[in-house]
């Protein structure tokens, strides 16, 4: 009987881990296939979730962190900025097949491409900023289709840019940072005006189409980036091959201090490179998706 007993039990556990099990299967793709998670070779994918949407086709969503924020395959010669990172991804498992596998909405394991949604009232709001911005310049009004090309193109930057901050940095500023960021602000460049304190700012800005709240948020997306970039500078590694050919390119004039005073600043001038590069790229390779 305990023979028996010991005999069932195996089975049912051989019976759970097999190729059947839509867990099992998704679990395997993402080990053996997904190229995000297998940029660190220790990483560990926890399970969140499974559910059977119809019959034969389920949905599994797994968890992991990365020690770099980049999507896919990272090339060898690719710069590649330390920040964790964690990823949500589900996978849909159709007839023991895995059929597609999405990291955080956006992006596609299987493809390898970005996808981004862009409603209708985004876009508005930024044709709305560029037509104003362009009317406080003093140019002319944009025709409507290239009108809603930049919009989109403003949209599509603007979303890349928040989803990297989101996920590496997810902090907001603090009221205090906000603060002294506007303490500084007007201290250098809008005391001769007779701007002194923020609401006198604000009316200001007010009069210039811009409201209190986009102001804020792009305060806030500054001190953020700022905060970010110190902990970046100070975390990547970069040879010193590098740096001191990055430092002898641009000192072509002998103008600059020397090299170990110049050092951090080369340094943060390549990290500021390579992330303009990665997001240039995301935003080449994207699928933009708009209700058009």
Known sequence: ??????????AVLISG?????????????????????LQDEDNELLHINTDEIEENVYEVEFSFANSSWLYGNIDDEELVIPAKTEHNIVLVVVDDEVVRAFINEEYDEMEGKLYINLSDPEI??????IKRNRENDGLDPLDTEELREQAKDMAVRHTIANNFYHKINAATATEREIEEYFDDLLDENWTEAGITNQDEYFEYQWEQGFTREEILETVTLEIKTNNLF???VEDTVIEENQLREKYDEANTSGDLPDYEEAREDIKSYIIRNALLEEWNKRKEEAKIITNE
């Open 230 to 232: 110190e902990v970046l």
């Open 124 to 129: 508005e709001e930024f044709k709305r900023r």
């Open 1 to 10: 009987m305990r023979k028996a007993f010991i005999f069932l039990a195996l």
């Open 17 to 37: 881990c097999s190729e059947e099990d839509p867990t099992a299967i998704a679990k395997n793709w993402v080990s053996e296939n997904a190229p995000t998670f």
